[in-house]
Antibody, heavy 117, light 110 residues
């Protein structure tokens, strides 16, 4: 079964760091474009970052320089390292697989990140 | 605000047809990039509903259809059912090398 399972969310103070994980099953992370999308409480979807199969990475302006997307091919897992966290980073973070059309076809269940003192 | 513009809400009675619009610009939809649609039921992850402007993934009923013209796109839902009540999001790609979403539309089945 094709599946994505996120973990690593939690409560962190402003300025702190957190690393999210996204374990994939049923397909190979490194052969696909993979992305992170977030949703603040009661708000819409916001694209965060993408890693291409070739390794190139891109970020939304709101997280550039603070977040880093990566993958571990041996563990078939996607990561999001989040540093210098701000209150406005509070959201449910979803990992998603990207289709050739640039649509997100497989989504994880999401992991909640709360940035608060 | 979101790069793609959607109406905040739409409503319809069971059995009726509703449409949700999605307006972009010359750097995303108007640049030729595909539009995709997602359905998000309360408390759940988004689900891909339409990809590549008008294609339905396996398992999505043919009551859902999509179209694109110029800098806009639309999602149509015919034969409205109570279980269609959800938030709907459009999404495309932008020439600034970013994925962009609409603000979302809440569909209420009366």
């Amino acid at each position: 079964e094709v599946q994505l399972v996120e973990s690593g969310g939690g409560l962190v103070q402003p300025g702190g760091s957190l690393r999210l994980s996204c374990a994939a099953s049923g397909f190979t992370v490194s052969s696909n474009y993979m992305s992170w999308v977030r949703q603040a409480p009661g708000k819409g979807l916001e694209w965060v970052s993408v890693i291409y199969s070739g390794g190139s990475t891109y970020y939304a302006d709101s997280v550039k320089g603070r977040f880093t997307i990566s993958r571990d091919n041996s563990k078939n897992t996607l990561y999001l390292q989040m540093n210098s966290l701000r209150a406005e980073d509070t959201a449910v973070y979803y990992c998603a697989r990207v289709l050739l059309h640039r649509a997100f076809d497989i989504w994880g269940q999401g992991t909640m990140v709360t940035v608060s003192s | 605000q979101s790069v793609l513009t959607q109406p905040p809400s739409v409503s319809g009675a069971p059995g009726q047809r509703v449409t949700i619009s999605c307006t972009g610009s010359s750097s995303n939809i108007g640049a030729g990039y595909d539009v995709h649609w997602y359905q998000q039921l309360p408390g759940t992850a988004p689900k891909l509903l339409i990809y590549g402007n008008s294609n339905r993934p396996s398992g999505v009923p043919d009551r859902f259809s999509g179209s694109k013209s110029g800098t806009s796109a639309s999602l149509a839902i015919t034969g409205l059912q109570a279980e269609d009540e959800a938030d709907y999001y459009c999404q495309s790609y932008d020439s600034s090398l970013s994925w962009v979403f609409g603000g979302g539309t809440k569909l209420t089945v009366l």
